[in-house]
């Protein structure tokens, strides 16, 4: 079946420490998108890409970084430079123009020990 | 700019009915909703493009007013499924570079 997977599902970060979170697709989407949800909030933009080799910086991008070398995958580090990164982590693609709708992964919730 | 969704929470008895509204300070090129259970991803609902137009989707349908860079959505004789965190999300007319904008949520509690 198509979908976007995400992964780990938990993850754990110590202080001072870079982690990745994957994002995978097989729906042969050019945009792709990470999103962070913090506890009862919408959900904010960190970065995105629509195309491979290219992203953009979205609304709170300090902290994390974004690689785009393959259209099906989209990771996204957590840097040590983000210092508040717990929250739920978001990936999402879309086909065609933005008058398509967005798929989403089930999210990596990430915490602090 | 986020827009601002209104309630924040509704809690309903199932078969009521319920409206959620969505504003923006600035001209909207489309306005996307999407429904959320706690800790799963969102799911797509529905996407209203023009001004005016109003989709439908089983009892749930929205309105786009694009003088008023509004957008509702409408819970018609609710059902316990309906229950979740409905997000609107906004595309600027002058949008550049292709990105949603969503709102902080609206939660909605259907009771038996």
């Known amino acids: 079946d198509g979908g976007i997977t995400q992964s780990p599902k938990y993850l754990f970060r110590k202080e001072g420490q870079n982690v990745t979170l994957s994002c995978e697709q097989n729906?042969?989407?050019?945009?792709m998108y990470w999103y962070r949800q913090d506890p009862g909030q919408g959900l904010r933009l960190i970065y995105y890409?629509?195309?491979?080799?290219?992203?953009q910086k979205g609304d709170i991008a300090e902290g994390y970084s974004v690689s785009r070398e393959k259209k099906e995958s989209f990771p996204l580090t957590v840097t040590s430079a983000q210092k508040n990164p717990t929250a739920f982590y978001l990936c999402?693609?879309?086909?065609?123009?933005?008058?398509?709708?967005?798929?989403f992964g089930d999210g990596t919730r990430l915490s602090i020990l | 700019q986020q827009p601002v969704q209104s309630p924040q929470a509704v809690i309903l008895r199932e078969g009521e009915d319920a409206v959620i509204n969505c504003s923006s300070s600035?001209?909207?090129?489309?306005v996307h909703w999407y429904r959320q259970k706690h800790g799963e991803a969102p799911i797509f609902l529905m996407i209203?493009?023009?001004?005016?137009e109003q989709k439908g989707h089983d009892k749930i349908s929205a309105s786009f007013n694009e003088k008023k860079q509004q957008s509702s959505l409408y819970l018609t004789a609710s059902q316990l499924s309906y229950s979740g965190t409905y997000f609107c999300?906004?595309?600027?007319?002058?949008?550049?570079?292709?990105?949603?904008?969503f709102g902080g949520g609206t939660r909605v509690l259907v009771k038996p």
């Open positions: 729906l042969n989407h050019d945009a």
């Open positions: 999402a693609s879309r086909s065609g123009t933005m008058n398509q709708p967005q798929h």
């Open positions: 600035k001209a909207l090129y489309s």
């Open positions: 890409s629509q195309i491979v080799n290219d992203f």
């Open positions: 999300g906004t595309v600027l007319l002058q949008a550049a570079g292709n990105k949603l904008t």
């Open positions: 209203l493009l023009k001004g005016g």
